[in-house]
């Protein structure tokens, strides 16, 4: 890869990765292409390592002229494509957007690899960063998901995953696009916004704030450490077949109080004067969210098998990393905090359960 185009480069996993690549390979020049939505946030960019070859563009995936003409000036030989709408929560309050964004940005991307890309598909890569939501939730004693089975989404978000996975499958398929694409499970580790559960887990505590527990909270999901993530993508974009989906994931299925738990273990340890200790007294249960998946986990056998990848990072390690991360960005958690789009979001959410 010589010339990347990085979508969602500002959000999450976006951002960790754009850290990523740019340390793997210096040489490489990432074209970071990102709306800055509420998700998106450039102080996640900041010491970038070799920031010289790091080039960002405040711009929407679903603006096919800007997009083209990024590729036309970049001549751009891989895209990776993170950028979307990412929380299942708001997909429920207001899927449009995920429709929007999900589906006719990704068709936006396809169009202009296909078209610049067309009798010349050597050393170009289409990489797509998709979820293990697409396929659905799993029974207490379900073998766990993998490359092999069927999608049966049941939200908007996995439902708009869903649709961006069949895309890209359709254009490698009939047009031949060099396209991969990853199904993840849950991500945790720095830069993740503080609306998904262990953020809200911490950035509550730090506040002595309820934590909000779903239901009952014995739903599980297979958490895995977003580096271990990167470098998982990596790995296929560099060594995985073409045409082919690889299933991600962390090789740990806790209950989600399980996870509250053990955070709140961590900040006791970290904070033990804090007025809000011990944490674990925060907890607080809530109306459940409607259509709630109860149980994710992905085999990681084919990944391991062909790319010789499993998860570094253990839940335990992982965890502490990620509180201690937040406990040294307490500026970048107030900069959220600050923001409107936060306390609305806060608000719409949690006010109503
Ligand atoms: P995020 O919400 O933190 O970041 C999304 C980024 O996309 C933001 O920077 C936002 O500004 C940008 N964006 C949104 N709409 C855009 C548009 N129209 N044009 C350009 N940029 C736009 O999300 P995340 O958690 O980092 O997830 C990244 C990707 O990984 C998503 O595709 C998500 O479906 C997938 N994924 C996430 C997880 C997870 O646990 N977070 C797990 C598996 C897969
Ligand atoms: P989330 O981080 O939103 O990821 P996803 O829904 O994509 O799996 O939620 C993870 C789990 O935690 C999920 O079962 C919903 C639950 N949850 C809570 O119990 N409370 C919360 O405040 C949030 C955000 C999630």
Partial sequence: MKNVLVTGGAGFIGANFVRYLLEKEPEVRLVNLDLLTYAG????????????????????????????????????DTVVHFAAESHVDRSILGPAAFVETNILGTFVLLESARKHWQGDPEGKRFHHVSTDEVFGSLGPDDPPFDEHTAYDPRSPYSASKASSDHLVRAYSHTYGLPAT?????????????????????????????????????KQIRDWLYVGDHCDAIYRVIVNGREGETYAIGGNNQP????????????????????????????????TDRPGHDRRYAMSIDRIQAELGWQPTESLATGLEKTVDWYL??????????????????????????
Avoid at 191 to 199: A, F
Avoid at 256 to 274: A, F, G, K, Q
Wanted: with cysteine; hydrophobic share 35%; glycine share 4%.
């Fill in 328 to 353: 040294a960005n307490l500026d970048w958690v107030d900069d959220i905090r600050n923001e409107s789009v936060y306390a609305d979001w806060m608000t719409k959410n949690y006010g109503k359960r």
């Fill in 41 to 76: 946030n450039e102080a996640n960019l900041v010491d970038l390592p070799n920031a010289h070859n790091h080039i960002f563009v405040q711009g929407d995936i679903r603006d096919a002229e800007l997009v083209e003409k990024l590729f036309a000036d970049y001549d751009l």
């Fill in 255 to 286: 209950t989600n109080l399980e996870i509250i738990h053990t955070i709140c273990e961590v900040l006791d340890d970290r904070l033990p004067n804090s007025p809000h200790a011990p944490h674990k007294e925060l907890i607080t249960f809530v």
């Fill in 181 to 217: 694409v990853t199904n993840c499970t849950n991500n945790y580790g720095p830069y993740q916004y503080p609306e998904k559960l262990i953020p809200v887990i911490i950035t509550n505590c730090l506040q002595g704030k309820p934590i909000p527990v779903y239901g009952d909270g």
